[in-house]
């Protein structure tokens, strides 16, 4: 079956630092690639998203490359801030059809000090 | 863009009352919704998928007589937690998408979730 694997947290880092959040997937054929954020009190956001390998998903200074050959999709900033402090999740959709669901890592916690 | 609300976001019952969870789809229609539990410090757990017209899709482990699932309209989905328990305190979280396009195109949107206390 289809399944996310992510580091676990907590992830604490200081305020510029390089933030690296692994994640890996199994998947049969080709699914998209997302990465969400949860902010503390808010709802899931879609951070960055790629639907095919080599893609390279970017937003807020994020990036994430879709890598089939690794089954990998690394969350990735080079300069972190207080204000990114909340739990990223990997997640996969087998496909774009309304039916079909996200499947999620367990999330990472990100923790930023000044 | 998509938007999709909840309501309420916070419920605070007593045990073995019944309370009922709205999802909306506000600028979109959808004929899937899917219902995901978020438990302390964990990822979600999809529950189980709505559909528009015909009977919810639950998950392996999920007891449907226990969370009710009714997809009334093209813009609204429910789910009721049946005599309720402490066990089933969580954070419940509904999400849909647009509906096919562009590969990638329709990305998944999620509500903002309603925190469920079991008293």
């Known amino acids: 079956g289809n399944s996310v694997t992510q580091m676990e947290g907590p992830v604490t880092l200081s305020e510029e630092a390089f933030l690296t959040i692994n994640c890996t997937y199994t998947?049969?054929?080709?699914?998209?690639l997302f990465w969400y954020v949860q902010y503390p009190g808010e709802g899931l956001q879609l951070l960055l998203k790629a639907t095919k390998a080599d893609d390279k998903g970017s937003n807020k200074g994020f990036e994430a490359t879709y890598r089939k050959e690794t089954t990998s999709f690394h969350l990735e900033k080079g300069s972190v801030q207080v204000s990114d402090s909340a739990v990223y999740f990997c997640?996969?959709?087998?496909?774009?059809?309304?039916?079909?669901?996200?499947?999620f890592g367990k999330g990472t916690t990100l923790s930023v000090s000044s | 863009g998509a938007v999709v609300s909840q309501h309420p976001s916070r419920v605070i019952c007593k045990s073995g009352t019944s309370v009922k969870i709205e999802c909306r789809s506000l600028d979109f229609q959808a004929t899937t919704m899917f219902w995901y539990r978020q438990f302390p410090k964990k990822s979600l757990m999809l529950m189980a998928t709505s559909n528009e017209g015909s009977k919810a899709t639950y998950e392996q482990g999920v007891e449907k007589d226990k969370f009710l699932i009714n997809h009334a309209s093209l813009t609204l989905s429910t789910l009721t937690v049946t005599s309720a328990h402490p066990e089933d305190s969580s954070f419940y979280i509904c999400?849909?998408?647009?509906?096919?396009?562009?590969?990638?195109?329709?990305?998944?949107?999620f509500g903002a979730g309603s925190r469920l206390t079991v008293l």
């Open positions: 997640a996969l959709s087998a496909s774009n059809q309304a039916g079909t669901a996200l499947i």
């Open positions: 998947a049969t054929g080709y699914p998209s």
């Open positions: 999400s849909a998408r647009p509906g096919t396009g562009p590969p990638g195109a329709n990305v998944l949107t």
